[in-house]
């Protein structure tokens, strides 16, 4: 499992992550799902209980990832924030937090994704996909490049974490 943690960790990171970071995570949360109740007594200052909706090793994946990575946020005009503040000042965005104000989920999340697809054209731009199970914040997110979504999917279902591209998954709940 840890090999497709690394994998998993390595193309949600987008390279905001150096390898060595990705393989203590990956290296810790192979450790807690194989043996939570050992990881937990050998790491006494996690603050895991069994009430979360995830498991262990999901929790450490979860909380090891920087603000570069893992976005959250309670509305999508506060999410773009986040990622526009992620690229730094020398990426150029379109788009801005103020066009997403007042603006319904699906049209911010399709604007956002727009934006997002036309960054970095070498990979295909980014895909914004949900990640996990948000505990504190409405949305929580991780960008991955277009070319790499197809393994990224396959590899969460591999590793029991959920992600799903936000606009597709989105669109697809307000048509139920």
């Given at each position: 499992m840890?090999?497709?943690?690394?994998?998993?960790?390595?193309l949600?990171?987008?390279g905001?992550?150096?390898?060595?970071?990705?393989?203590?995570?990956a290296?810790e949360?192979?450790?807690?799902?194989?043996?939570?109740?050992?990881?937990?007594q050998?790491?006494?200052d996690?603050?895991?209980d069994?009430?979360f909706?995830?498991?262990?090793?999901?929790?450490?994946?979860?909380g090891?990832?920087?603000?570069?990575v893992?976005?959250?946020?309670?509305d999508?005009?506060?999410?773009?924030?986040?990622?526009?503040?992620?690229?730094?000042?020398d990426?150029?965005?379109v788009?801005?937090t103020?066009?997403?104000?007042?603006?319904?989920?699906?049209?911010?999340?399709?604007r956002?994704q727009?934006q997002?697809?036309a960054l970095?054209?070498?990979?295909?731009g980014?895909?914004l996909v949900?990640?996990?199970?948000?505990?504190?914040?409405?949305?929580?997110?991780v960008?991955v490049?277009?070319?790499?979504?197809?393994?990224?999917?396959?590899?969460?279902?591999?590793v029991?974490i959920?992600?799903?591209?936000?606009?597709?998954?989105?669109?697809?709940?307000?048509?139920?």
């Amino acid at each position: 499992m840890k090999a497709q943690l690394t994998e998993f960790i390595h193309l949600i990171s987008s390279g905001c992550l150096d390898d060595s970071e990705i393989e203590r995570i990956a290296d810790e949360a192979a450790q807690a799902y194989a043996d939570p109740e050992g990881f937990l007594q050998r790491n006494p200052d996690i603050n895991y209980d069994d009430d979360f909706p995830i498991p262990l090793g999901e929790w450490v994946v979860v909380g090891s990832l920087p603000d570069t990575v893992l976005f959250q946020a309670d509305d999508y005009e506060e999410l773009f924030g986040e990622i526009r503040a992620s690229f730094g000042p020398d990426v150029n965005f379109v788009l801005t937090t103020k066009q997403l104000a007042r603006t319904e989920p699906l049209k911010a999340l399709n604007r956002i994704q727009v934006q997002l697809s036309a960054l970095y054209p070498e990979k295909g731009g980014y895909v914004l996909v949900d990640f996990s199970e948000p505990l504190d914040d409405e949305l929580q997110t991780v960008l991955v490049y277009a070319c790499d979504l197809e393994r990224l999917l396959q590899l969460a279902v591999d590793v029991g974490i959920y992600a799903a591209p936000a606009y597709e998954s989105l669109r697809a709940a307000l048509e139920e």
